[in-house]
Nanobody, 127 residues
């Protein structure tokens, strides 16, 4: 069993930065591909970024490429999402997810049946 707890959300002005963290419980963190997703009010959940178990491979949604960076520290059982040049359209609840069988490519295309989800952290970007 893995529990995921997101933190770092908040209110920021457009152009600003935030760093989200997702702390995972359990001793098998390195077994999981990790991802960040977001859901804006009235919209469906969408993929943001994913990182392989080793941290050696990453993939991003086109909407955040060049602005967001996903990373992980396996010694700390934590995955991060550094968000720069934030835009009002980045406003959403951001969720961390873990899956033991999906590749980062698979995770970027489908997130049905993910092994674990966090409860989310709200990011609000004001114009």
């Amino acid at each position: 069993q893995v529990q995921l707890v997101e933190s770092g959300g908040g209110l920021v002005q457009a152009g600003g930065s935030l760093r989200l963290s997702c702390a995972a419980s359990g001793r098998t963190f390195t077994r999981y591909t990790m991802g960040w997703f977001r859901q804006a009010p009235g919209k469906e959940r969408e993929f943001v970024a994913a990182i392989s178990w080793s941290g050696g491979s990453t993939v991003y949604a086109d909407s955040v490429k060049g602005r967001f960076t996903i990373s992980r520290d396996n010694a700390k059982n934590t995955v991060y999402l550094q968000m720069n040049s934030l835009k009002p359209e980045d406003t959403a609840v951001y969720y961390c997810a873990a899956d033991g069988s999906k590749t980062i490519a698979t995770m970027s295309r489908t997130w049905d049946g993910m092994d674990y989800w966090g409860k989310g952290t709200l990011v609000t970007v004001s114009s």
